[in-house]
């Protein structure tokens, strides 16, 4: 008898997965590496993704997403044997910086980061998954998508624009047995996420609270949490799941 929990390895499948270096990007890599997947651990922190692909028998790749021609480069040269998921999930911490005030620097550094760098995973990774006959893309939103918050005005947009190329994608490729989909995760707690913090416990712990007190589940979200949809997403266990955005938010957004 087949378990049902065998839907969710990767054996003999090539993951390609971008900010890698990061906390969520170590969790995701770890996660597909532990389900069987060959993973290569890609990062513009060369250290970092060296790091992370040690911890898990990977592979590490210097890369940054902003540079299209490096993006595609880097897919080419892991997809000769080949591809079968990418996780487009590097990305920066949103600037605070009110609509008002917003620049042109800064607007096409949020999106170079966030959008630009999905959207060249993508296209890099769209002629090998069509190669393998089908293949998956998990794409990095954020919960910024629904709640509107004020003084993040650049990164939300950036964050909405790559769940709406998620579902167009979905809907161009689904012919090719490629699933497109993307995960939204509210905030998550890392020494990157609070580095304004590092010499301020108390405050810290005041913001985490806070945080907390948003989710009806009275929880902090996980880079563990991450992980597992993104395991979910790339894994047979969705194999009719595409063009959908997962809120990972503790219930933060429900419609009230």
Known sequence: MT???????????????????????????????????????????????????????????????????????????????????????????????????????????????????????????????????????????????????????SYAVAKASISMLTKILAAEVASDGIRVNAVAPSFVPSDLSLVRYANDPEGRERYLDWWRAKSPLGELCSVDDVAAQVLYLASDAASYVTGQTLRTNGGMSMPW
């Open 3 to 153: 378990s049902p929990f065998d839907s969710w390895r990767l054996d003999g499948r090539t993951a390609f997965v971008t900010g890698a270096g990061g906390a969520i990007g170590e969790a995701v890599a770890t996660a597909l590496a532990l389900a069987g997947a060959q993973v290569y651990c890609a990062d513009i922190r060369e250290k970092a993704a060296q790091i992370v692909a040690r911890k898990i028998g990977a592979r590490a790749v210097t890369l940054d997403v902003t540079d299209r021609s490096a993006v595609i480069a880097a897919i080419d040269s892991v997809a000769v044997d080949g591809l079968h998921i990418v996780c487009n999930l590097a990305g920066v911490p949103g600037r605070s910086q009110r609509v008002v005030d917003i620049d042109d620097d800064a607007f096409d550094a949020m999106f170079a980061a966030h959008f630009g760098g999905v959207l060249y995973g993508c296209q890099a990774a769209i002629p090998h998954l069509r190669k393998v006959g089908g293949g998956v893309i998990v794409n990095m939103s954020s919960e910024a998508i629904d709640i509107a918050p004020a003084g993040i005005a």
